[in-house]
């Protein structure tokens, strides 16, 4: 058998933005190591945030990029939260909804009212992403949930990763509403909330999934308060630095420059590291010093073994002219 990281694991649960894509366009490498982990016999599932696209659509644009995908592997904040809301009020009552046209087909599929004025007495507000979401609809859902209507955010993702850099997210919008009410949501529904890993999980029966994601305050965090093992890969929002500092709860199994991980030894990717090929790290008290050079992810392995047991990453100093480029390229 294959000793490879993949290999130990009987689904891959990936998250979108910042992993196989960014906006529209693939990420090299995550066509190829979908069909290898099918032909491996492993089973994928997609799940993502974003709810601007239902699961089909997704399916479509995947495809469209050269990564197979059925609907059924699709799951979405936008379909997670109109099953909720369909659960917890009558059928047939409207609900306001804030953001794309999916997530509005979603609302109606659930069995429920979309609406977009708080004078229509929704019982519930639904906000997700949408590219054309301005103040018009942000007013009425701040005077509807005011007159209390129950908040649901689909999910509070600060930005959406693009080839630009970061973009504003949907948990930006739903500021503008906390910020108006002085107020969280009442519900959130995506990640880092662990439903759609362990729905992905239980469609798949799967014993043993593997979590891929770009962010350590959805993905990774998902994956922790779900119990699953989880890879971070650096293709999207968080970077070294904040692996450095992350706290337990955000902290992956594995880290890797790509998806190309999945099919080298685990050991390479596995976090901390206590030892890596050609880098050293010397600790004295509250201080370390990196030195050596070699692959930038087994150095970033071997810090986090430090930082994560309350050294600041700070206190980290170079000593080769490898490190010190390597440091000032993290801003440390």
């Known amino acids: 058998?294959?000793?490879h990281l993949a290999a130990g694991y009987d689904l891959a649960v990936f998250d979108l933005d910042g992993v196989v894509f960014l906006i529209d366009k693939p990420i090299p490498g995550a066509a190829e190591a979908v069909?290898?982990?099918?032909?491996?016999?492993?089973?994928?599932?997609y799940a993502t945030n974003n709810a601007s696209r239902r699961a089909g659509e997704v399916a479509a644009l995947l495809t469209g990029m050269g990564v197979s995908a059925a609907p059924a592997e699709v799951l979405t904040s936008a379909?997670?939260?109109?099953?909720?809301?369909?659960?917890?009020?009558p059928a047939g009552s409207p609900v306001l909804v804030v953001g794309a046209e999916a997530l509005r087909a979603e609302v109606r599929d659930a069995g429920l009212v979309p609406v977009d004025s708080a004078e229509d007495e929704p019982v519930a507000v639904v906000q997700g992403y949408g590219p054309e979401v301005g103040w018009k609809i942000l007013s009425e859902a701040a005077l509807a949930i005011r007159a209390g209507a129950t908040w649901y955010a689909t999910n509070t993702d600060r930005t959406l990763p693009s080839p630009r850099g970061p973009l504003p997210g949907n948990g930006s919008l739903v500021a503008v509403i906390r910020t108006a009410l002085d107020r969280d949501p009442?519900?959130?529904?995506?990640k880092p909330q662990p439903a759609l890993f362990t729905t992905a999980a239980s469609l798949a029966k799967a014993d043993h999934p593997l979590a891929i994601g770009d962010r350590l305050d959805t993905d990774i965090q998902g994956a922790v308060t779900a119990g699953m093992d989880s890879l971070l890969v650096l293709t999207g929002v968080s970077g070294p630095t904040d692996l450095l500092s992350a706290p337990a709860e955000r902290r992956p199994t594995f880290v890797a420059a790509d998806l190309s991980a999945l099919f080298r030894s685990a050991d390479q990717a596995r976090i901390p590291a206590t030892e890596v090929q050609g880098w050293q790290l010397t600790r004295d008290g509250d201080?370390?010093?990196?030195s050596g050079a070699g692959d930038p992810v087994d150095a970033l392995r071997l810090l986090c073994g430090a930082t994560w047991d309350g050294?600041?990453?700070a206190n980290l100093e170079p000593g080769s002219p490898e490190a010190t480029e390597l440091l000032h390229s993290w801003g440390l």
């Not at 379909?79 to 009020?89: P, R, T």
């Open 35 to 45: 069909e290898r982990l099918r032909a491996d016999g492993t089973a994928v599932a």
């Open 1 to 3: 058998m294959s000793d």
């Open 79 to 89: 379909g997670a939260a109109a099953a909720l809301i369909a659960e917890q009020v």
């Open 186 to 190: 009442d519900v959130v529904v995506g």
């Open 287 to 290: 201080r370390a010093t990196l």
């Open 311 to 313: 050294l600041p990453p």
